[in-house]
T-cell receptor
Framework: DQQVKQNSPSLSVQEGRISILNCDYTNSMFDYFLWYKKYPAEGPTFLISISSIKDKNEDGRFTVFLNKSAKHLSLHIVPSQPGDSAVYFCAAIWSGGTSYGKLTFGQGTILTVHP | DAGVTQSPTHLIKTRGQHVTLRCSPISGHKSVSWYQQVLGQGPQFIFQYYEKEERGRGNFPDRFSARQFPNYSSELNVNALLLGDSALYLC???????????FGSGTQLSVL
């Protein structure tokens, strides 16, 4: 049962344009969402997060939007740069759960930004 | 400052063998989590330890076990290895387990 889904395995974008990565979740208990970026041969690196009490969080070129009613979140990268090329994982957590170190990850989206 | 360190970086084992993976968290972090990432999938939660106690366990067989030491470092043990155990094993640490996780670079395990 895939509780966090990233339905686009890959995304290709031109440098300078906007990248939009999407994520859907099914478990309504999730109350905190995170985006991680992963380069080959490295561990995932935290990018940005959002609490379920907000609908938007911004950090520089990165903005995460949360639509609770649709159980959908998206990551916007503006402007996209070639160095942003990586695998992006959406993750969710239920902070009230007993396994509070447990992140549930999506399958990942490979972003390629062309110069 | 040193990040999360894992050893070894790569490991090749044969079916039926046992393996021990090691993780040192960021200094001051008391929570360690283990994840398995199979190629083409997102990381899957295996265990979480906080202050040397198991606080969470994912849907993995009893062949998988872990422990956390007084210095907060951790070991993940896998017995009776199967081909399907071939994966990248990631360790992550955080202050208490309720914040964003910081991941190590992982141990790439190949079971032949």
């Amino acid at each position: 049962d895939q509780q966090v889904k990233q339905n686009s395995p890959s995304l290709s974008v031109q440098e300078g344009r906007i990248s939009i990565l999407n994520c859907d979740y099914t478990n309504s208990m999730f109350d905190y969402f995170l985006w991680y970026k992963k380069y080959p041969a490295e561990g995932p690196t935290f990018l940005i997060s959002i609490s379920s009490i907000k609908d938007k969080n911004e950090d520089g070129r990165f903005t995460v939007f949360l639509n609770k009613s649709a159980k959908h979140l998206s990551l916007h990268i503006v402007p996209s740069q070639p160095g942003d090329s990586a695998v992006y994982f959406c993750a969710a957590i239920w902070s009230g759960g007993t396994s509070y170190g447990k992140l549930t990850f999506g399958q990942g989206t490979i972003l390629t930004v062309h110069p | 400052d040193a990040g999360v360190t894992q050893s070894p970086t790569h490991l090749i084992k044969t079916r039926g063998q046992h393996v021990t993976l090691r993780c040192s968290p960021i200094s001051g972090h008391k929570s360690v989590s283990w994840y398995q990432q199979v190629l083409g999938q997102g990381p899957q939660f295996i265990f979480q330890y906080y202050e040397k106690e198991e606080r969470g366990r994912g849907n993995f067989p009893d062949r998988f076990s872990a422990r956390q030491f007084p210095n907060y470092s951790s070991e993940l043990n896998v017995n009776a290895l199967l081909l399907g155990d071939s994966a990248l094993y990631l360790c992550a640490s955080s202050l208490t387990g309720r914040e964003k996780l910081f991941f190590g670079s992982g141990t790439q395990l190949s079971v032949l």
